[in-house]
């Protein structure tokens, strides 16, 4: 089976990392204190940033997220899963012309991406850099899908099963041809499910 995973809310927990270090830069920054909605993956909506404090945040904590950050038993499952004869496909949105990294990162999102996925022991086939991901699910016989972002869940769903990592944000999406895992021994079970159809 051929599984397409996504990193920043996948493997690593950006919505307890966006609150986190979010709160973290409101204090030592003497920010108002807002969070409109900690329901939104977006440090925008939840804060009520306007786009030159959301872009000075990420500037400054973007790096901390592309390194260090990682969900538990993350590694554990795709390790099985690759060792269990699965191809892992790492799919992300991250990119070179990505506006939300630091000036001095933005040329190397490539090989920051690689260090942080070596350093976590996160085995796989391929990492492919695209915000056009449908398009890589079809060109590369993507079997299902790991993904949070509502927008990417829906495109991706029209061609191929999707599983949704739970976060505040998606967790009231529901559509045909999605499952949900709350952790990563859920997301294995989800597979094993899948190929036994």
């Known amino acids: 089976m051929k599984i397409g995973i996504d990193i920043d809310g996948c493997i690593n927990n950006q919505e307890d ?19 409109v909605d900690i329901n939104q993956g977006d440090s925008c909506k939840v804060f009520d940033w306007d786009e030159k404090t959301a872009h000075a945040f990420w500037e400054e904590y973007r790096q901390i997220l592309a390194r260090k950050d990682i969900r538990v038993h993350c590694s554990e ?22 506006g939300w990294w630091d000036s001095k990162s933005r040329d190397k999102v ?14 796989y086939d391929r990492l492919i850099f695209s915000e056009n991901k449908q398009q890589v699910i ?22 191929a099963p999707v ?5 505040r944000e998606n967790s ?8 949900r895992a709350y952790c990563w021994w859920d997301v294995y079970r989800i597979i094993k499910d899948i190929k036994t159809k």
């Open 110 to 123: 490539e090989k920051i991406t690689k260090k942080y996925l070596k350093k976590q022991k996160i085995k």
């Open 163 to 167: 599983i949704i990592m739970n976060t």
């Open 138 to 159: 079809k060109d590369n016989n993507i079997d299902v899908m790991i993904e949070d972002n509502i927008k990417y869940i829906t495109e991706i769903s029209k061609i």
């Open 172 to 179: 009231s999406l529901a559509m045909p041809d999605t499952y």
């Open 17 to 35: 990392f966006t609150i986190n270090y979010g709160m973290k830069y409101i204090v030592e920054n003497n920010l108002p204190y807002r969070i």
């Open 77 to 98: 499952v795709i390790r099985k899963l690759k060792d269990e004869g699965n191809e892992i496909f790492i799919i992300t949105a991250r990119y070179n012309g990505d």
